[in-house]
């Protein structure tokens, strides 16, 4: 036997379930059928993949509980773990952005809805229990299993266990219950079914209740949740299958059905977020949704049926066509597969436009999560880019709460305005600041405020939108339609800008008079090909 400690992140999100910041604790049930079920897939689709000899005829999860020894069991026949794998999977976290979350989980205590960002999964047991044990065997691998016990409290033990069967069977020893406030046991068979029933119905295996003296039960219906008509689904029974996917703590902002028929079947269920997670911005965040062929769960994260600008979108589609043993390799070029995820793009898109319509407090908050990732679109996916600014929203100089669809922009256009204005900058009071904004403001010009690092290099993407063009105000002859007619004579001011253009020669092309400017006495403007000054800094900072 050995004696392991766990990795110093591991013990950190230890510390945290053992003095539970979770208020509600039936969720460590909902975790261990959770991977379980994954576990089932994965033997399943190793045996119709990678040509694994398994029995996959009975897969299914038990839950055993011990009213007298106060233990839970909960045990699978699926893929099983090798010790490495124990080591690997139990003992450390390996998710990207642990440390991050670990430090604001520190800074603000009770949030679940940090911590439902990251699926704290298998040690969640440790808000219930004083001791948890588990058996498993590795399907297809010679020798003995292992067994892995921890009380949760920094060092966990590690063994062989010669008779292990294949599968794993996780043991859950109760606190006593005099510790706990609380009026049921979790050893009772009334409360694991209410849980089952809550947070596990969907799952497509056999849930079974197994005790000595009695037939098992199945408890779980097993209908896969997007082939059932939304009428008689509830939105408990879709939540509780988001967070099965997704990890997430907090409820979906909107949820999106779609079946399609014919000669090319598949059923999709698509969720928008309610919170961005909080690695929309890193490079190795999953992404992608959940691939069913016919009901059998294929794989995680297929990125290949969602664009990246639409990442944030969850959920699972089912195609009846498909081989099941397709490889991500075959994805990428599977026409069907490419087909599906143009209609998924239009969807989200048609989704979010009927949010912007009807419901405009939803989508506020849909846009102001994932609004900077959408708009990469504008430059990611040129078929869709007038559905993506039609459903955009940008801060502008005509409201300071309210943003503004650029159609509404138009329609407030004044007489003799073809172009739709805009200024980008770090920050609204930056924008809002500038020099350039004086004569706009002045004459009453509404101008968009662009302060998303994004905006920088869509709108040099998008020429125009219902004719009108995007112009910088920081650029070029942006003259105000006034100026157009009569260029200011210089008069009296030609020696001073003859003065000024001498002195200041090596750094500005030109000295000119300007209706610009109100109240400043000189602003820098670009050439109409020169590049923005936030994009000149953006350029610098990257080096180029
Ligand atoms: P997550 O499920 O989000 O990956 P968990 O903490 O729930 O995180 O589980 C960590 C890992 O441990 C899983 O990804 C899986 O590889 C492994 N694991 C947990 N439970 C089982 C199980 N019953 N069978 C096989 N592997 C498991
Ligand atoms: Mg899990």
């Given at each position: 036997m050995e004696t392991l400690e766990f990795q110093a992140e591991a013990r950190q999100l230890l510390q945290l379930m053992v003095h539970s910041i979770y208020s509600n604790k039936d969720i460590f049930l909902r975790e261990l059928i959770s991977n379980a079920s994954d576990a089932l897939d994965k033997l399943r689709l190793a045996t119709l993949q990678d040509g694994l000899e398994a029995d996959t005829s009975d897969l299914h999860i038990e839950i055993e509980a011990d009213a007298e020894a106060r233990t839970?069991?909960?045990?699978?026949?699926?893929?099983?773990?090798?010790?490495?794998?124990?080591?690997?999977?139990?003992?450390?976290?390996?998710?990207?952005?642990?440390?991050?979350?670990?430090?604001?989980?520190?800074?603000?205590?009770?949030?679940p809805e940090l911590i439902g960002q990251f699926g704290v999964g298998f040690y969640s047991t440790f808000m219930v229990a004083d001791k948890v044990s588990l058996v498993t065997r590795k399907a297809g691998t010679e020798g003995h299993g292992t067994t892995w016990e921890s009380s949760g409290e920094g060092t966990y033990t590690i063994d062989d266990a010669p008779d292990a069967p294949v599968g794993t069977s996780v043991t859950v020893h109760l606190r006593p219950k005099d510790e706990e406030d609380r009026l049921f046991d979790y050893a009772d068979e009334w409360k694991i079914k209410e849980i089952v029933k809550r947070y596990s119905d969907f799952i497509s295996f056999p849930i079974r209740l197994v005790s000595a003296d009695k037939p098992a039960e199945t408890l779980n219906s097993m209908k896969a949740l997007w082939a059932r008509p939304r009428s008689e689904v509830s939105d408990d029974e879709y939540h509780q299958f988001y967070r099965h996917i997704s990890h997430d703590w907090s409820d979906p902002l909107e949820i999106i059905n779609m079946k399609a028929e014919g000669t090319f079947e598949y059923e999709a269920l698509l969720f928008l977020p309610s919170r961005a997670p909080h690695d929309l911005f890193q490079r190795d965040a999953r992404r992608g949704l959940?691939?069913?062929?016919?009901?059998?769960?294929?794989?995680?994260?297929?990125?290949?049926?969602?664009?990246?600008y639409l990442r944030f979108v969850k959920g699972v589609v089912d195609a009846a066509d498909l081989s099941l043993n397709i490889s991500r390799e075959i994805l990428q070029?599977?026409?069907?597969?490419?087909?599906?995820?143009?209609?998924?793009?239009?969807?989200?898109?048609?989704?979010?436009?009927?949010?912007?319509?009807n419901n405009r407090e939803k989508y506020d908050t849909f846009w102001r999560e994932f609004g900077r990732a959408l708009k990469e679109g504008l430059l990611n996916d040129p078929d869709n880019q007038k559905a993506i600014l039609d459903v955009a929203t940008f801060a502008s100089t005509a409201s300071t709460d309210e943003p503004t669809t650029l159609a509404a922009y138009v329609e407030r256009m004044k007489e003799?305005?073809?172009?739709?204005?805009?200024?980008?900058?770090?920050?609204?009071?930056?924008?809002?600041?500038?020099?350039?904004?004086?004569?706009?403001?002045?004459?009453?010009?509404?101008?968009?405020i662009l302060t998303d690092p994004v905006d920088e290099i869509w709108v040099e993407a998008v020429p125009d939108y219902d004719g009108k063009k995007l112009q910088s105000i920081a650029r070029g002859n942006v003259d105000l339609p006034k100026d157009k007619e009569e260029p200011e004579p210089e008069g009296d001011f030609g020696p001073l800008l003859g003065f000024l253009k001498e002195k200041l020669d090596e750094n500005v092309k030109e000295v000119r008079l300007s209706h610009r400017l109100t109240t400043s006495a000189a602003c820098l403007v670009s050439d109409a090909d020169d590049i923005t000054p936030t994009l000149e800094k953006m350029y610098r900072a990257m080096g180029q």
């Amino acid at each position: 036997m050995e004696t392991l400690e766990f990795q110093a992140e591991a013990r950190q999100l230890l510390q945290l379930m053992v003095h539970s910041i979770y208020s509600n604790k039936d969720i460590f049930l909902r975790e261990l059928i959770s991977n379980a079920s994954d576990a089932l897939d994965k033997l399943r689709l190793a045996t119709l993949q990678d040509g694994l000899e398994a029995d996959t005829s009975d897969l299914h999860i038990e839950i055993e509980a011990d009213a007298e020894a106060r233990t839970l069991t909960v045990r699978d026949n699926g893929i099983g773990m090798t010790h490495e794998e124990v080591v690997d999977l139990i003992g450390t976290i390996a998710k990207s952005g642990t440390a991050d979350l670990l430090a604001k989980l520190k800074e603000a205590k009770e949030s679940p809805e940090l911590i439902g960002q990251f699926g704290v999964g298998f040690y969640s047991t440790f808000m219930v229990a004083d001791k948890v044990s588990l058996v498993t065997r590795k399907a297809g691998t010679e020798g003995h299993g292992t067994t892995w016990e921890s009380s949760g409290e920094g060092t966990y033990t590690i063994d062989d266990a010669p008779d292990a069967p294949v599968g794993t069977s996780v043991t859950v020893h109760l606190r006593p219950k005099d510790e706990e406030d609380r009026l049921f046991d979790y050893a009772d068979e009334w409360k694991i079914k209410e849980i089952v029933k809550r947070y596990s119905d969907f799952i497509s295996f056999p849930i079974r209740l197994v005790s000595a003296d009695k037939p098992a039960e199945t408890l779980n219906s097993m209908k896969a949740l997007w082939a059932r008509p939304r009428s008689e689904v509830s939105d408990d029974e879709y939540h509780q299958f988001y967070r099965h996917i997704s990890h997430d703590w907090s409820d979906p902002l909107e949820i999106i059905n779609m079946k399609a028929e014919g000669t090319f079947e598949y059923e999709a269920l698509l969720f928008l977020p309610s919170r961005a997670p909080h690695d929309l911005f890193q490079r190795d965040a999953r992404r992608g949704l959940q691939l069913y062929v016919k009901r059998v769960f294929i794989m995680d994260d297929s990125k290949e049926l969602i664009p990246d600008y639409l990442r944030f979108v969850k959920g699972v589609v089912d195609a009846a066509d498909l081989s099941l043993n397709i490889s991500r390799e075959i994805l990428q070029q599977d026409r069907h597969i490419q087909m599906i995820r143009r209609r998924l793009v239009k969807k989200v898109l048609s989704t979010i436009k009927d949010l912007l319509t009807n419901n405009r407090e939803k989508y506020d908050t849909f846009w102001r999560e994932f609004g900077r990732a959408l708009k990469e679109g504008l430059l990611n996916d040129p078929d869709n880019q007038k559905a993506i600014l039609d459903v955009a929203t940008f801060a502008s100089t005509a409201s300071t709460d309210e943003p503004t669809t650029l159609a509404a922009y138009v329609e407030r256009m004044k007489e003799g305005q073809e172009e739709i204005y805009y200024l980008t900058g770090e920050s609204r009071s930056q924008v809002e600041n500038s020099p350039h904004m004086e004569a706009f403001q002045a004459q009453g010009y509404e101008v968009l405020i662009l302060t998303d690092p994004v905006d920088e290099i869509w709108v040099e993407a998008v020429p125009d939108y219902d004719g009108k063009k995007l112009q910088s105000i920081a650029r070029g002859n942006v003259d105000l339609p006034k100026d157009k007619e009569e260029p200011e004579p210089e008069g009296d001011f030609g020696p001073l800008l003859g003065f000024l253009k001498e002195k200041l020669d090596e750094n500005v092309k030109e000295v000119r008079l300007s209706h610009r400017l109100t109240t400043s006495a000189a602003c820098l403007v670009s050439d109409a090909d020169d590049i923005t000054p936030t994009l000149e800094k953006m350029y610098r900072a990257m080096g180029q």
